[in-house]
């Protein structure tokens, strides 16, 4: 097997707040702002599917719910990649960042796990559940005049780049 082959490394949401706490933090608060966000996912082509989807965090994990048959869900169940942006908002501005996460959604069928969701987040029944599992976590933001993306991944320590509107490339935080 190559590393092309192998699939990223990937965590659940509490062991990404372990690992970066206060980026984890800043990350969910981001997702809370809006009740919707927009998950890509993979048609059976390979062909891109973005819908808009409700995230929750909840007892250590991220979960993706909705509805059965959905087209999203079945992307899912066959190809468990996805990217999620949390909402971007009504305007240009974006003053909290921009928020993405990458990773596999792994499909829960235990009856038991889906009633404790159910419990605490009364979705709309019947419904497929999904536990995100985490490969990529990106913030984006502008400070003072410059772009600072800060990447996370499982396994690695978060990394802040930075770039201005000059000729000067992107720089990184020691």
Do not use: C
Not at 136 to 152: A, C, F, G, I, Y
């Amino acid at each position: 097997m190559t590393g092309q082959d192998r699939p990223a490394p990937a965590v659940g949401w509490a062991q990404f707040q372990e690992a970066e706490s206060s980026f984890a933090a800043a990350v969910e608060a981001r997702f809370a702002q809006y009740k919707h966000q927009v998950l890509a996912t993979l048609r059976e082509d390979g062909s891109p599917r973005v819908t808009g989807l409700e995230v929750e965090f909840q007892a250590g994990e991220m979960w993706l719910g909705m509805m059965p048959g959905s087209m999203k869900a079945r992307d899912l169940r066959r190809d468990p990649r996805f990217a999620m942006q949390a909402n971007p908002g009504p305007d240009a501005e974006m003053a909290d960042g921009d928020v993405r996460i990458s990773g596999r959604a792994v499909e829960v069928t235990d009856p038991a796990v889906m009633a404790r969701f159910a419990s605490l987040v009364a979705p709309p029944e019947p419904f497929h559940l999904f536990r995100a599992e985490l490969t990529e976590v990106v913030r984006t933001d502008v400070e003072d005049d410059e772009l600072v993306v800060r990447v996370w991944r499982p396994g690695a320590a978060l990394r802040v780049l930075r770039r201005g509107n000059g000729d000067e490339g992107v720089r990184e935080d020691a």
